[in-house]
């Protein structure tokens, strides 16, 4: 059952009634002449070979109130493209594909590498950025939603949901960030905002007071989701992680940018479950592993901006600080679990929060050592002043491909 309770500094916009999504599609209809609407779907092409994108794609299809879908397709030879333009032919609306390994974007990408100004990893955070950019090359959308391309409980509702605040012309929110239920299958999934996440902040919170940063991050009921919308305004001058770090990264530009009666958060689904990553505790580069050193190094990089100091001593007393809040929470979630039925393993949970702890600490280290890191891509609003007919470039790469 839903509640209306507001907590922390961001309003969230719940799911009271479930309302009829025709009348929702309906209004979105109507926001559209005012502020049109663009879907970003940044994916990998194994994710074309899944169950998940297919299904994405039969239901977007449906969708009435779209101007523009731009796909961000990563990690595909020529032939691989081809399929995927067979693929994402289905979509009425109007469609792009950025062939991210396509010998057009790697020239752009290798003249922003010659000046400094590319994306420096490859992964989400690349491939969004260059979506970001096209959406502003095309001109097609004043807001724009962006979900991930493994949902396998995905329906329309949760782009109508997602999209609505930044839609409503009679909203002044700048951004929205979607949140959901994380059980599928009689567990409990989102191991690291539940273990990492929330018990980080709560430490941090009790070493360093309730500042600002650290309140607004904790207000959010699902920091990590792959989801979530904005106006395009906000796209010029975001900079965010090219790693595991973006949705933090992305929440922390936002805070960075607006005040936070222009953020809110909104339930976009009852039942949500997509690909989940192993923890990988033997190898620090990959899965749930690689995933909580970046979303540390990003809290710790912002904090360090807000003008706190971190030391090694600093370091041990945060970890020693979130193993105790941690386990704490295991025990809670025990419990809130048995009592609705599901099943949830203290073992392995007790595991994913001795290697989040250690990592908390490997991120401290890293941190420290690596004083003149810039891991953030540059906003497009620098791009564009050093290379003034960048967004021409990019519009005319992706359509000369999408032509072809």
Same mark, same amino acid.
């Given at each position: 059952?839903?509640?209306?309770? !507001?907590? +922390?500094?961001?309003?969230?916009?719940?799911?009271?009634?479930?309302?009829?999504?025709?009348?929702?599609?309906?209004?979105?209809?109507? @926001?559209?002449?005012?502020? %049109?609407?663009?879907?970003?779907? %940044?994916?990998?092409?194994?994710?074309?070979?899944?169950?998940?994108?297919?299904?994405?794609?039969?239901?977007?299809? !449906?969708?009435?109130?779209?101007?523009? *879908?731009?796909?961000?397709?990563?990690?595909?030879?020529?032939?691989?493209?081809?399929?995927?333009?067979?693929?994402?032919?289905?979509? %009425?609306?109007?469609?792009?594909?950025?062939?991210?390994?396509?010998? &057009?974007?790697?020239?752009?990408?290798?003249?922003?590498?010659?000046?400094?100004?590319?994306?420096?990893?490859?992964?989400?955070?690349?491939?969004?950025?260059?979506?970001?950019?096209?959406?502003?090359?095309?001109? &097609?959308?004043?807001?724009?939603?962006?979900?991930?391309?493994?949902?396998?409980? =995905?329906?329309?509702?949760?782009? /109508?949901?997602?999209?609505?605040?930044?839609?409503?012309?009679?909203?002044?929110?700048?951004?929205?960030?979607? =949140?959901?239920?994380?059980?599928?299958?009689?567990?409990?999934?989102?191991?690291?905002?539940?273990?990492?996440?929330?018990?980080?902040?709560?430490?941090?919170?009790?070493?360093?007071?309730?500042?600002?940063?650290?309140?607004?991050?904790?207000?959010?009921?699902?920091?990590?989701?792959?989801? @979530?919308?904005?106006?395009?305004?906000?796209?010029?001058?975001?900079? *965010? %992680?090219?790693?595991?770090?973006?949705?933090?990264?992305?929440?922390?530009?936002?805070?960075?940018? =607006?005040?936070?009666?222009?953020?809110?958060?909104?339930?976009?689904?009852?039942?949500?479950?997509?690909?989940?990553?192993?923890?990988? !505790?033997?190898?620090?580069?990959?899965?749930?592993?690689?995933?909580?050193?970046?979303?540390?190094?990003?809290? @710790?990089?912002?904090?360090?901006?807000?003008?706190?100091?971190?030391?090694?001593?600093?370091?041990?007393?945060?970890?020693?600080?979130?193993?105790?809040?941690?386990?704490?929470?295991?025990?809670?979630?025990?419990?809130?679990?048995?009592?609705? +039925?599901?099943?949830?393993?203290?073992?392995?949970?007790?595991? /994913?929060?001795?290697?989040?702890?250690?990592?908390?600490?490997?991120?401290?280290?890293? @941190?420290?050592?690596?004083?003149?890191?810039?891991?953030?891509?540059?906003?497009?609003?620098?791009?564009?002043?050093?290379?003034?007919?960048?967004?021409?470039?990019?519009?005319?790469?992706?359509?000369?491909?999408?032509?072809?």
């Amino acid at each position: 059952m839903a509640d209306f309770y !507001q907590n +922390g500094i961001v309003t969230t916009l719940h799911n009271l009634v479930d309302r009829p999504l025709e009348d929702m599609e309906k209004e979105l209809m109507s @926001f559209s002449r005012l502020r %049109p609407m663009s879907l970003v779907l %940044p994916s990998l092409y194994s994710e074309l070979e899944g169950p998940a994108l297919d299904n994405i794609i039969k239901e977007v299809a !449906q969708v009435p109130y779209l101007n523009e *879908i731009v796909i961000g397709l990563d990690r595909a030879d020529e032939k691989q493209y081809e399929h995927a333009k067979h693929f994402f032919s289905r979509l %009425p609306q109007h469609h792009r594909i950025l062939w991210n390994d396509g010998p &057009r974007l790697q020239k752009i990408d290798a003249m922003l590498q010659e000046k400094g100004l590319a994306p420096t990893e490859l992964g989400k955070g690349r491939n969004v950025w260059y979506c970001y950019g096209y959406v502003l090359a095309s001109g &097609r959308a004043e807001s724009v939603a962006l979900h991930d391309c493994d949902i396998v409980t =995905y329906d329309r509702s949760l782009l /109508a949901r997602l999209v609505y605040p930044v839609a409503n012309p009679g909203f002044n929110y700048v951004f929205a960030k979607g =949140y959901y239920t994380r059980i599928a299958d009689q567990k409990m999934n989102g191991r690291v905002s539940r273990l990492l996440v929330t018990p980080l902040l709560r430490a941090l919170k009790k070493i360093y007071g309730g500042l600002d940063f650290l309140e607004y991050l904790d207000s959010f009921r699902y920091p990590l989701s792959g989801e @979530f919308s904005m106006r395009t305004d906000a796209l010029n001058d975001i900079r *965010i %992680p090219s790693d595991w770090g973006l949705e933090i990264g992305v929440l922390s530009e936002m805070k960075r940018n =607006y005040s936070t009666n222009r953020i809110c958060q909104v339930d976009i689904a009852d039942v949500y479950d997509h690909k989940h990553q192993p923890l990988s !505790q033997e190898d620090a580069n990959a899965g749930l592993s690689k995933m909580s050193m970046d979303i540390c190094k990003a809290i @710790f990089r912002k904090l360090a901006t807000q003008g706190e100091v971190f030391s090694n001593e600093t370091f041990r007393t945060i970890k020693a600080t979130y193993f105790r809040i941690a386990l704490d929470f295991i025990e809670t979630y025990y419990n809130d679990a048995r009592m609705n +039925g599901l099943n949830l393993d203290r073992h392995a949970e007790e595991r /994913a929060v001795e290697m989040f702890a250690e990592n908390i600490m490997n991120a401290g280290e890293y @941190f420290l050592a690596n004083p003149m890191e810039t891991p953030f891509i540059p906003s497009w609003n620098r791009v564009i002043s050093a290379v003034p007919d960048i967004l021409d470039r990019l519009y005319e790469a992706v359509e000369e491909d999408n032509a072809g």
